[in-house]
């Protein structure tokens, strides 16, 4: 009898725990669409920073044509440009439904309806939270490649896609300023994210295409590279070689280069080889200088350099395929 009872008693362990695991196993995915990539159907692999560039023309890389061809309706003209703050920078272009203006309703000053697309860049985490600051809500669909979310508001109305192409770069579009009912805002954010996927993924093909036919730079054709976009003119396509992920140090860079009438490279030689690794390359570099009088009274004197020859040592490290530099010392 003892044994009967025990064997039951196994037998019950054994399918209470067949019970639980069928349960674990079915139990719905609650997570963070931040922290999950069950809707990401793009190549993972791609660097959508790097195919945008450091710098983003909105309006030429989503052209008007192409949106009314979308959204099967006619702007009016559009507007694009830069916004930066200390945290991150938006590259924005509206399209107009109306002539850009403001208008009055009630005394209350109200922009021209548009349609208002910005890729931001930088820290944006507080944005992304930005909608648990009031009552809207958070949905996704399946049929956006990306990982993203899609914002209603406290009465269930859409307002806003905001796409998460990495750590620091988000596209948001605004529907709530534009004229568009719920179901024409919810079906042009669907097709133009499936535009924006076909976007980057060409992109994407066109740079490795680039790369398999044109040699890449070598090391010492990086350091000359970036003397002569500061000879010729281009700060900021000079500090875009210097390897970080802090949008403010890039800015802080650019505005010191930008200040530099005459950069020319005297001699570059190889130093410290007995440190070198197969991904860090150091180098002592002449340069001659001559600086913007007005940069006197930065907060460091001319930026740290003097008229005349200045000597530095130059650290590259590889990012990727691509040499970068990642310190200019006074010292070695």
């Known amino acids: 009898m003892k044994k ?11 399918i209470a725990g067949v019970i639980l695991a069928v349960q674990k196993t079915q139990k719905p995915n609650t997570a963070n669409p931040q922290e999950s990539k069950t809707q990401s159907t793009t190549k993972e692999e791609v660097d959508y920073e790097r195919v945008l560039g450091s710098e983003i023309d909105t309006c030429k890389i989503f052209p008007k044509e192409k949106i009314e061809e979308i959204l099967g309706k006619k702007f009016i003209t559009t507007k694009g440009g830069v916004n930066k703050t200390s945290k991150y920078s938006e590259y924005y272009c509206e399209y107009y439904q109306e002539e850009p203006k403001m208008n009055y ?29 009031s009552n809207y809500s958070v949905k996704q669909d399946s049929q956006i490649p990306f990982l993203h979310q899609l914002i209603y508001d406290q009465n269930g109305n859409f307002r806003t896609l905001e796409i998460f192409l990495s750590n620091n770069l988000d596209l948001i579009i ?23 996927k076909d976007y980057l993924e060409s992109k994407q093909n066109q740079e490795e295409k680039k790369s398999e036919s044109v040699p890449l730079p ?74 913007n009088p007005d940069s006197a009274n930065a907060p460091i004197p001319y930026y740290g350099w003097q008229n005349g020859e200045n000597t530095r040592w130059i650290t590259l490290e590889k990012d990727g395929n691509t040499w970068k530099i990642t310190e200019i010392a006074t010292g070695p």
């Open 4 to 14: 009967v009872v025990i064997l039951i008693t196994i037998a019950l362990i054994i």
């Open 105 to 133: 309703n009630s005394g209350v000053p109200t922009p021209s309806k548009r349609l208002p697309i910005s890729f931001i860049k930088g820290e944006i985490q507080s944005l992304r939270d930005a909608y648990k600051l």
């Open 174 to 196: 605004n529907t709530y300023q534009s004229d568009l009912n719920q179901e024409q805002a919810l079906n042009f954010v669907k097709k133009f994210s499936l535009h924006l």
């Open 218 to 291: 070598q090391e010492e054709d990086i350091i000359h590279n970036f003397v002569n976009l500061i000879e010729e003119g281009y700060p900021d396509k000079a500090a875009s070689m210097i390897k970080t992920s802090d949008e403010s140090e890039l800015q802080a860079w650019a505005v010191n280069f930008s200040n530099i009438n005459s950069f020319k490279l005297i001699s570059l030689e190889k130093t410290r080889e007995n440190e070198w690794t197969e991904n860090k390359h150091f180098y002592k570099a002449v340069f001659d200088v001559w600086m």
